[in-house]
């Protein structure tokens, strides 16, 4: 890449390295003549700037001289009464030798010639300072004459060595002088013969020449290598044998490597400084090569010159950039990284244009793409030795640290081959985290964990910490409910001790009146006929009228009577005398009395003073049934992150410890600390760790389940666990019933990053999508005929554009046991062998019987599952295979998809659960949501779970084969005539037929008695009955826990966004999207949405949450590019919509 360029016909030389800026001094060369002929010459001094963009050297000083030159050298010498510019020499006709002062010359102030000598015979060709020593300069002319000049004593110069010893043989031109880069006291000579002189000045003699033994060498060139003392080159302007040889003075009999890339005699040489591999060369068939003198190849090559170019020379300070000057009376510079020259070109074209253009612009040039291509010049093929990094640090995972570092010795001086080393250190940033850790991890294996908690009680200062240890121990412990009022300050046995005391103090004169009294004879009582209240009561009791004589009593506020009178009436009555007690007598406690008789126990938790809240929990403590305690203890709590401060948001932790809810512990810890420190998680962890082991003493080790925050939160604490080296406690904390692809990712990484430290231990699925590159892909009548049926839809590709949220449904059989295994019907993909396959039976709990779920086709036939990954590749993954079933076996009441076919031939529309993805995508698993145990961690379980609805299957392995799933591989198919043309499918979602949700096990009791009919039944609709019924209204179920999240962070969006709107199309957008979004909502409620969509859409909320509306549509697009259509398109165009607007107005 040409970087300046000079037209002059001149010799040049670079400013030391030292030296900055840097220069480039250029004097009129003797061997070239202009077109006056004259001999006077000119040294210039220019300025290298290489910001400035154009081509243009700057001229920063100029000085006549008065003979031109063959060669000039700049040293860096000064003694005092020269300045730190350095002095250049320069060596012309005659034998003429002059030496300037380079300050002088750019300053043009005093004298800049400091001396003139003319010692040698003939023109001085070569020259060169002595590295070591800047005052020793080496001069070579005609007669092989060498002389060492001391720039301090310029009288006498010294000759090395006496003439008899060099002139063995006629005397010739010195062509080249260098001095060792290595070694101060030597110096080497080249001869127009090939032979090249060693001189040890110490000794003042020659120690060495070498020669080729062609004798057709005609030395034009020699150079040292820069770190190696014993090797140098020598270069042949012979056009016969064009050469570069690299010698070693060790063994000098032949040379070590040869060169042969020039077709015409080299001209010169130039060794880099900055990295000793790197050689330039020019020769007379117009090339610049760089070689590469460890491997022997030509790793930069210049385009053809116009002439040759008889001097190339290195920057010394600017590594990559050289300079060459042509015969053609040009001087370029160029740098070896390569660039394209095209900027180079558009000025030359532009200047040319310039001066043809007449006003009026020129049309474009359409340049040919060969010439386009020809203007690209590579790089070195190799970084070069100043662009290698001499040490390396990187941080890996598992908080290892990798280093390496170049040896101190030289290049040349490690042995071959040599052992780089690279160090692996684990570094360890959080001890105090580590070692709570540490105690946790043990308290949890050795089960100690009540001691654990006294210890947290003991070392807590803060009051709300020490309460909360407090109630996570009761946890731990027999009879929590008593325990926890304790804690909340009420005590059975205080509250005997204050009432017998009050009771005692007041009631001594009334008891001491009873004791005296004697018994006499029962004298006759009356009863009242009067017109009065008494005989009007009377007249009603004696008629049997309770209720107009309850309403007499309360009427006259004798309410003792009236409650006495209606326990005789009846429990209606009683309710009707409590209502109106309660609305006539109020009292501080009428309240309070009126939710014990009447137990309505939601009312209470919505309308008590939050002031209270103690009393609250104490309350449902006391009285609410196990079933719904945990609810209402819910509703205590997050009435009290709503509507109270951050006091009473870190007292409603208090109230999801007695649910055992650790979803919403772990939202309100969130919610009172925003940046979650190392330690601050690690208090989470020890509180989340310590409830979810009191809720599997309850339910067993498989009834505790984890929402998404508090994955979240677990897989974060493990990645901090991983960064700080505890690898295998990582893996200990990752719940392993969970698909997510970030923990799935987690667990693989830390499984192979431990090595042998898992041995013996089942690896974990992979948690990529695996996809086969160059596979023949199939057919569709293939695809057709391996699922079972032919269909008429067209099967997209997936997407391959790289992808920042990549879904994942991993194999849902995990390495444990576990009695929730989720039952599924398994499929064979493609690229799988077919077979008949069943799903495993799904084992429940004592007294809980399994019932066998399909996908709704039509609401009346069952669909099959398809491969639940939607990648190629064999499903279910390896493992233990799953229980096989004879291929005649039929679920009753199922109908095959063959007969479903034969009704409906060309059906035109999308079915439920067959969408156009529905082999590709992933298929939603079967889940079954376990609540918690009615009443908490204080209350007895419940013996056995609701079976209303589920089918009663007896024990056996033979009724598990004969209920289990029938593979779609097995059943009849009919086959399509070869000129079938398939319709065009509806793009569309149809929704007069919405489906049940799809595989999906609900937790609701199905209602007894409702079954599906079985194909041609009376009570089956026809597809044009389907679509003129009208849409059945569904009754809105509640959304679960784990996805209400997803409602407030949208909610919360559109609140904020109508808030920001000022334009009314804007708002009824949001309007309508806030109606659409209740899609959504229905399909969570109902469960029909597949893994990967739930966890895109929790990824979308948290960048609602954060805020990063743009990572937010990045995510909706990955989502939607690998969903199935028809399952997000009644709610992912209007969240994209939303999440546009947010990021327009937050812009």
Not at 320 to 339: C, E, H, N, Q, T
Not at 914 to 937: E, R, W, Y
Not at 1002 to 1026: I, K, N
């Amino acid at each position: 890449m040409k970087l300046k360029e000079l037209e002059r016909p001149a010799v040049q030389v670079w400013s030391p390295a030292s030296q900055c800026p840097v220069y480039l001094a250029t004097g009129t060369s003797a061997q070239q003549l202009d077109a006056s002929f004259s001999t006077n010459g000119t040294l210039e001094i220019f300025e290298v700037d290489f910001r400035d963009p154009s081509l243009d050297l700057k001229r920063k000083g100029v000085l006549s001289a008065s003979s031109r030159f063959y060669k000039l050298i700049w040293g860096s010498f000064g003694n005092g009464l020269l300045e730190a510019s350095g002095v250049i020499a320069g060596g012309g006709n005659n034998g003429m030798l002059t030496l300037y002062n380079v300050t002088h010359i750019l300053s043009s102030g005093k004298e800049p010639v400091i001396a003139q000598r003319q010692k040698h015979t003939g023109a001085v060709r070569a020259l060169d300072f002595n590295p070591f020593q800047g005052h020793l300069l080496a001069t070579g002319a005609s007669d092989s004459e060498i002389f060492i000049w001391d720039l301090n004593n310029l009288n006498v110069p010294m000759t090395p060595g006496s003439k008899s010893q060099y002139r063995e043989q006629p005397p010739e031109d010195i062509k080249a002088l260098a001095w060792n880069r290595q070694v101060q006291h030597i110096l080497a000579s080249a001869h127009p013969s090939g032979k090249a002189v060693v001189w040890d000045l110490r000794k003042n003699e020659p120690i060495i020449k070498v020669s080729d033994h062609s004798n057709r060498m005609h030395s034009s060139g020699l150079a040292w290598h820069p770190e190696i003392a014993t090797q140098l080159v020598l270069c042949s302007e012979d056009d016969h044998l064009p050469v570069i040889q690299l010698w070693d003075l060790r063994f000098a009999s032949s040379p070590l490597k040869v060169l042969e890339s020039h077709s015409r005699g080299i001209l010169s040489v130039s060794w880099s400084q900055a990295d000793p591999e790197l050689l330039l060369s020019s020769a007379k068939d117009n090339q610049i090569l760089c070689w590469n003198l460890g491997s022997g190849e030509v790793v930069y090559k210049l385009p053809t010159q116009s002439s040759w170019c008889f001097d190339v020379q290195w920057c010394p300070r600017d590594p990559p950039v050289f300079s060459a000057a042509s015969f053609d009376g040009w001087i370029s510079l160029y740098s070896v990284m390569g660039r394209s020259r095209e900027v180079q070109q558009i000025r030359q074209a532009d200047k040319i244009s310039s001066s043809f253009s007449k006003g009026q612009p020129l049309p474009p040039l359409q340049v040919p793409e060969q010439v386009a291509q020809a203007s690209l010049i590579p790089p070195l093929q190799k970084p070069p030795k100043w662009m290698r990094r001499p040490a390396g640090v990187s941080f890996a995972f598992g908080g290892k640290l990798v280093t390496f570092g170049l040896p101190s010795t030289p290049a040349h001086q490690v042995p071959q081959p040599c052992l780089r080393l690279v160090f692996v250190s684990q570094v360890t940033t959080e001890s105090e985290f580590l070692r709570r850790s540490a105690e946790l991890q043990e308290s949890l294996g050795s089960g100690n964990l009540l001691n654990y908690c006294q210890n947290k009680i003991e070392l807590t200062s803060l009051q709300s910490e020490k309460m909360l240890w407090q109630f996570l121990k009761v946890t731990l412990e027999q009879d929590s409910r008593v325990k926890f009022l304790k804690l909340l300050g009420y005590s059975k046995d205080e509250l005997q001790k204050k009432a017998s005391k009050h009771i005692t103090e007041e009631a001594s004169a009334s008891s001491t009146f009873f004791d005296e009294l004697v018994p006499q004879s029962m004298t006759p009582w009356e009863i009242p006929i009067t017109e009065d209240t008494d005989g009007l009561l009377s007249q009603a009791l004696l008629l049997g009228e309770l209720g107009p004589a309850v309403e007499l009593c309360l009427k006259e506020e004798r309410f003792a009577d009236a409650i006495i009178l209606a326990q005789a009436g009846g429990a209606d009555l009683l309710k009707q005398t409590q209502e109106c007690y309660w609305a006539k007598k109020k009292s501080r406690i009428s309240s309070l009395l009126a939710c014990v008789v009447r137990k309505n126990w939601k009312d209470m938790v919505c309308t008590c003073s939050l002031q209270n809240w103690r009393e609250a929990l104490a309350l449902l403590l006391t009285y609410s049934g196990p079933e719904k305690f945990p609810e209402l203890c819910d509703m205590l709590g997050m009435r009290m992150e709503q509507e109270g401060g951050r006091a009473l948001t870190s007292e409603a932790r208090l109230c999801y410890v007695c649910s055992g809810n650790v979803e919403q512990l772990v939202e309100c810890w969130a919610k009172c600390h925003q940046a979650s420190s190392p330690l601050a998680l690690q208090d989470l962890m020890e509180k989340v760790m310590v409830l979810n082991r009191s809720l599997e003493l309850l339910r067993g080790p498989d009834g505790v389940s984890s929402g998404p925050a508090t994955t979240y939160r677990v897989t974060q604490y493990a990645n901090l666990l991983a960064a700080q080296g505890s690898l295998a406690t990582a893996m200990s904390y990752l719940p392993r019933d969970c698909t997510q692809p970030p923990i799935q990712q987690l667990r693989d990484r830390l499984f192979h990053a431990q090595g042998s430290g898992v041995m013996g231990q089942q690896c974990p699925p992979f948690p990529f999508p695996r996809v086969v590159v160059g596979a023949t892909p199939h057919s569709k009548e293939t695809s057709s005929y391996r699922l079972g049926f032919q269909f008429s839809h067209q099967v997209p590709t997936p997407s391959l554009r790289p992808r920042i949220f990549t879904p994942l449904v991993t194999p849902l059989t995990p390495s444990h046991s576990s009695p929730y295994q989720s039952s599924r019907m398994h499929n064979i993909s493609d690229y799988g062998s077919p077979g008949p396959q069943a799903a495993q039976p799904l084992p429940l709990g004592p007294g809980v019987r399994p019932a066998l779920f399909e996908p709704p086709l039509l609401r009346e036939q069952k669909a099959q599952v398809p491969n639940p990954t939607g990648f190629p590749g064999t499903w279910p993954p390896p493992g233990p295979p799953p229980p096989m079933a004879p291929p005649d076996t039929i679920q009753p009441g199922s109908a095959s998809l063959a007969e479903t076919a034969q009704q409906l031939p060309l059906l035109p529309v999308r079915l439920p659960g067959l969408s156009p993805m529905s082999f590709q995508s992933p298929a939603p698993p079967v889940s079954f949501p376990v609540t918690h145990p009615p009443g908490g961690p204080g209350a007895p379980c419940s013996n056995a779970l609701p079976t209303t609805g589920l089918s009663t299957v007896p024990p056996g392995p033979q009724d598990s084969l004969k209920n289990a799933p029938v593979p779609r591989t097995n059943l009849q198919r009919k086959k399509l005539p070869e000129t079938f043309m398939p319709p065009a499918p509806i793009t569309t979602p149809v929704m007069s037929l919405t489906s049940e949700p799809r595989g999906v096990l609900s937790s609701q009791p199905s209602v007894p008695g409702v079954g599906h009919a079985p194909p041609g039944a009376p009570g089956e609709l026809s597809l044009q009955q389907l679509q003129q019924r009208p849409p059945e209204k569904v009754e809105r179920k509640e959304l679960p826990p784990e996805h209400r999240s997803l409602k407030i962070s949208f909610d919360k969006l559109l609140r904020r966004c109508s808030l920001s709107a000022t334009d009314l199309k804007t708002k009824r957008k949001l309007d309508e999207a806030a109606q659409r979004l209740e899609c959504l909502y229905e399909k969570l409620c109902q469960g029909t949405l597949s893994p990967h969509v739930l966890a895109g859409l929790h990824e979308v909320a948290r960048c609602v949450d954060a805020g990063s509306f743009e990572q937010g549509l990045a995510v909706h697009a990955q989502v939607v590019g690998c969903s199935s259509f028809s399952e997000v398109s009644s709610f992912m165009p209007v969240l994209k919509a939303v999440l546009t607007i947010a990021h327009k107005l937050h812009t």
